[in-house]
């Protein structure tokens, strides 16, 4: 079936944010069992993406952005067209106090390297999750959240003392 040119799609800024050490994961209630991602939300009308990622993360889990970088983009068709635009965002170490939104999130915490390559490394289906100390799981491939959290993992494990 034929897209029409007259269909539109919404900008969604993704953001992975950091206090260097650690990555911010979030998970919402509709998700799978265990799975955590990065945290998204769409755009408003008049914001610029900085302001964007500034606003949602300030909103969903009460932090101050110091500095952020865009990093890719991916038309996302569910469950209406979106562009996700990928950001790293950085705050300072020493404000990490995570206050999470309920409203908008069932929970937010922050996962040390380790955990998050040993999540990625599992190869395990959100079926197979059975008892209640859930392992992290993380976003499918198809998702541009994946690759970010992937990149994240590979820039800290490089930036590791040989
Ligand atoms: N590819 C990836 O890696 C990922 C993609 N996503 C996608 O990002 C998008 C945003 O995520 P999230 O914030 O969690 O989404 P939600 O679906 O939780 O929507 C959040 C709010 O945005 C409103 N909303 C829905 N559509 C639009 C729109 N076109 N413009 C403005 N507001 C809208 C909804 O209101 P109402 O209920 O009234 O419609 C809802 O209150 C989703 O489409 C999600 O699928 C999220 C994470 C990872």
């Known amino acids: 079936m034929a897209i029409s040119s007259a269909a539109k799609m ?10 260097g050490a650690r990555c911010l994961l979030a998970r ?18 008049g914001e610029s993406v900085e302001e964007a990622v500034q606003r949602e993360v300030a909103e ?3 932090l101050e952005v110091e500095s952020l970088q865009y990093s890719a983009s991916q038309h996302w068709p ?14 300072k170490p020493g404000q990490t ?7 908008e999130l069932e929970a937010a915490a922050w996962f040390s390297l380790d955990e998050v390559a ?18 992290l799981v993380l976003p499918p491939k198809l998702a541009i959240a994946h690759h970010m959290i992937k990149k994240w993992v590979e820039t800290q494990t490089s930036s590791l003392p040989a």
């Open 10 to 19: 919404a900008p969604v800024v993704i953001t992975l944010v950091t206090d």
């Open 28 to 45: 919402q209630s509709s998700f799978p069992k265990g799975l955590y991602s990065a945290l998204a939300g769409f755009c408003d009308i």
């Open 60 to 62: 969903e889990v009460g």
């Open 78 to 91: 569910f469950p209406n067209s979106s562009l996700m635009i990928a950001c790293h965002a950085t705050v």
């Open 97 to 103: 106090e995570i206050q999470v939104n309920l409203r």
């Open 118 to 135: 040993a999540a990625l490394m599992r190869k395990g289906s959100f079926t197979q999750q059975q008892s209640d100390a859930l392992p």
